[in-house]
């Protein structure tokens, strides 16, 4: 799971949002092969309340584990930056950019914080909180879906880019690839990168992440029916559909999956009727995992250099600093 929204489906409103969902499961679901959805539509309001809950669960480590990191490396991370403007790509509250908003005040009165999300709703309050919290730092939220545009348009510089939450994981590794490289053709030499990034571990210590005692994981991957249902007239049976998480000691990634408990007819208005055969699934997320070596490898591959690999001293996640290559 990524620690901040992708792209909240009940912000993608009216024609042009329901035209890209209707694609989404066209493809998804109607192409052969797998099933999959994206994890985008995980989060309407009660996905992103139960997105919220998952991270206070005692099995779900990277978000304590990002913020520990984030608190022993903020101001480093700044210095060594020589930030004079912040933006965060996914930021969605920015609950986490705090830590980072701090160091850059203290060490940069008037310098900017642009969070990049497709909600401009949230992106308000969002802004409205952190002018008031922040009054020596200029707050400028840009709204864009990070499928189309990642730039942060008027951004001073140097620039700190900052990509959190191991989002970047739920991307597989051509996506990530290309994801990354759209990031650096819009940075300049003196710019640099901030990416958070989960760790390779001890597979009972993954499984359980996103298998929890209390269901709430479960909850969480059966609401991206739920959202189908309510905006595209789905009739998506969720009780006949069951949550499903392994790591994929091969791909070194979480998958998630529904599955059909029994054979089952979907019909989706405009789209035609979807056939899942008893024990077939849809995957609706992937979540890869990185050691220091692929994470490097996947870095150099999209045109940056590692410059900084921040971890605790039990690593669980890590920060990567890195730099545009030239």
């Known amino acids: ?27 998804g679901l109607f192409r052969g092969g797998q099933k999959e959805l994206p994890p985008t539509y995980f989060y309407d309001a009660r996905g992103s309340i139960l997105f919220d809950e998952i991270t206070r669960l005692d099995e779900y480590y990277p978000t304590r584990a990002e913020r520990a990191l984030l608190e022993a490396f903020a101001q480093e991370i700044i210095v060594t930056s020589g930030a004079r403007a912040l933006a965060e790509l996914g930021a969605g509250t920015a609950e986490k950019s705090r830590i980072l908003l701090r160091a850059l005040a203290d060490a940069a009165p008037g310098a900017q914080y642009l969070p990049i999300d497709v909600d401009g709703d949230t992106l308000a309050i969002t802004a409205a909180e952190l002018r008031a919290e922040f009054p020596s730092l200029q707050i400028l939220p840009i709204v864009a879906d990070m499928r189309d545009d990642v730039a942060a348009a008027g951004a001073r510089h140097p620039l700190l880019y900052a990509f959190l939450g191991s989002t970047i994981g739920n991307f597989g590794p051509d996506a990530a690839r290309e994801l990354l490289m759209r990031i650096r053709s819009s940075l300049r030499p003196t710019d640099r990168l901030l990416l958070g990034v989960d760790l390779v571990k001890n597979v009972a210590t993954l499984n ?18 739920r959202v189908l249902n309510r905006e595209l007239g789905a009739d998506f049976d969720l009780d006949a559909f069951t949550h499903h998480a392994f790591y994929n000691e091969g791909l070194a990634r979480i998958e998630m999956h529904l599955v059909a408990r029994t054979p089952v007819t979907v019909a989706i208005p405009e789209l035609g009727t979807v056939q ?42 890590a920060l990567l600093l890195a730099e545009p290559a030239p």
């Open 1 to 27: 799971m990524h620690e901040s929204a992708v792209v909240p489906a009940t912000l993608l409103s009216a024609a042009a949002g329901q035209s890209r969902m209707r694609a989404d499961v066209r493809d």
């Open 208 to 225: 359980a992440a996103y298998n929890d005692a209390r269901g709430v994981t479960a909850d969480f991957n059966l609401n991206v029916l």
């Open 276 to 317: 899942f055969a008893g024990g077939e699934s849809v995957r609706t997320e992937i979540s890869c995992k990185y050691d220091r070596a692929s994470a490097t490898a996947l870095l150099e591959g999209s045109g940056f250099r590692l410059t900084e690999w921040m971890v605790g001293e039990h690593p669980q996640f």
